[in-house]
C-alpha cells in the first residue's frame, strides 16, 4: 500500500516526496498474508505524506488493513512483475482517486 501513492506520482511524473522516515521503505514490520499473496506494513504510517493515506477510509489503518478494505479489492493484479512484486492497476477507482488528488483527471 505505501508504494501505491510512490507508483501514482512516477506515472504522473511528479517528482517523489522526500521520505520522512526511510524505516518504513524498508521491509521492517512487514506482515504477510498468503490469501492474498502480498506483504504489507503493520503499522499506522503517521509520518507518510502520501495522498492514499488523506482518505477518510484509511485513516488510522496499517497498510495491511488497507490492503483488506473493500475498496483495494482489485488494487493489485493478479501475476507477478520482475522482482516478485505485483503490479497496481492504474484503472483501479483507487488508482484514479489518487491520481485526481494530484490534479490528473483519469479517462477510461
Given at each position: 500500500i505505501c508504494s501505491v501513492d510512490k507508483h501514482v506520482r512516477t506515472f504522473l511524473s511528479i517528482p517523489p516526496q522526500p521520505i520522512k522516515n526511510k524505516k518504513l521503505q524498508k521491509k521492517r514490520f512487514m506482515v504477510y498474508c498468503e490469501y492474498c499473496?502480498?506483504?504489507?506494513?503493520d503499522i499506522v504510517p503517521h509520518l507518510s505524506d502520501g495522498h492514499i493515506f488523506q482518505k477518510e477510509e484509511f485513516r488510522g489503518l496499517t497498510c495491511f488493513e488497507i490492503l483488506h478494505e473493500e475498496s483495494c479489492v482489485g488494487l493489485f493484479a493478479d501475476e507477478k512483475k520482475k522482482g516478485d512484486a505485483k503490479m497496481i492497476r492504474r484503472t483501479h477507482?483507487?488508482?484514479k482517486e489518487?491520481?485526481?488528488?494530484?490534479g490528473m483527471k483519469m479517462t477510461a
Open positions: 499473496d502480498l506483504y504489507a506494513h477507482p483507487i488508482v489518487l491520481c485526481e488528488s494530484y
